[in-house]
């Protein structure tokens, strides 16, 4: 018994913000590390950014600086703070759960678990 519900997707106007969220049943959130996705027409799923239980973060060298991972354990709750948005950013987020952070001697790499939110929209145009 795993869900995971997402949310905050939309259109926005380049250089704006976006928050996602996504909030999972049961208490996987308190015992892996979870991640978020994103995908567009006819391309590979790519990892966008991982954090750990500890809050150890992986993130992708194109949203270094502009995208922000957290993560509220109580709540079961994993977070997306998305500033400075550009039109490359357009794609389908997907959250992702039960997944683990490990090092890999210059930083951490987060790898993918078996659950997957239904996916949400963002759209970033003029």
């Known amino acids: 018994q795993v869900q995971l519900v997402e949310s905050g997707g939309g259109l926005v106007q380049p250089g704006g913000s976006l928050r996602l969220s996504c909030t999972a049943s049961g208490s996987i959130l308190s015992r892996n590390a979870m991640g978020w996705y994103r995908q567009t027409p006819g391309s590979e799923r790519e990892l966008v950014a991982g954090?750990?239980?500890?809050?150890?973060?992986d993130y992708a060298d194109s949203v270094k600086g502009r995208f922000t991972i957290s993560r509220d354990n109580a709540k079961n709750t994993v977070y997306l703070q998305m500033n400075s948005l550009k039109p490359e950013d357009t794609a389908v987020y997907y959250c992702n759960a039960g997944g683990s952070l490990v090092w890999k001697g210059t930083g951490y790499a987060y790898t993918g678990g078996p659950y997957w939110g239904q996916g949400t929209q963002v759209t970033v145009s003029s």
């Open positions: 954090i750990s239980q500890s809050l150890n973060t």
